[in-house]
Nanobody, 124 residues
Framework: QVQLVESGGGLVQAGGSLRLSCAAS????????MAWFRQAPGKEREFVAAISWSGSTTYYADSVKGRFTISRDNAKNTVYLQMNSLKPEDTAVYYC?????????????????WGQGTQVTVSS
């Protein structure tokens, strides 16, 4: 089992930056594949970014590619999402997700563990 707690959300102006953190606890954190998803009001949860357990492979949704960077520090049991050049369309609740298995990176149903989410609001 792994427990995930997101932090770092808040209000930011368009063009600004935020860094989200996902603090994990539990066994074998370093072996978990990690991802960020987001969900805006009235919309389905969508994939944002993912990183393999080793950190050697990353994946990004086209909508955030070039602006967001996912990273992990296994020594600190933490996954990060650096968000630059934020747009109002990025406004959503951001969720950290984890799975021990080799997952389909973009599939919301592939992840077994989820944090409670952190709100990101980008004003224009």
């Amino acid at each position: 089992q792994v427990q995930l707690v997101e932090s770092g959300g808040g209000l930011v102006q368009a063009g600004g930056s935020l860094r989200l953190s996902c603090a994990a606890s539990g066994r074998t954190f370093s072996r978990y594949n990690m991802a960020w998803f987001r969900q805006a009001p009235g919309k389905e949860r969508e994939f944002v970014a993912a990183i393999s357990w080793s950190g050697s492979t990353t994946y990004y949704a086209d909508s955030v590619k070039g602006r967001f960077t996912i990273s992990r520090d296994n020594a600190k049991n933490t996954v990060y999402l650096q968000m630059n050049s934020l747009k109002p369309e990025d406004t959503a609740v951001y969720y950290c997700a984890a799975d021990l298995h080799d997952v389909i990176w973009w599939d919301v149903h592939a992840y077994d563990y989820w944090g409670q989410g952190t709100q990101v609001t980008v004003s224009s």
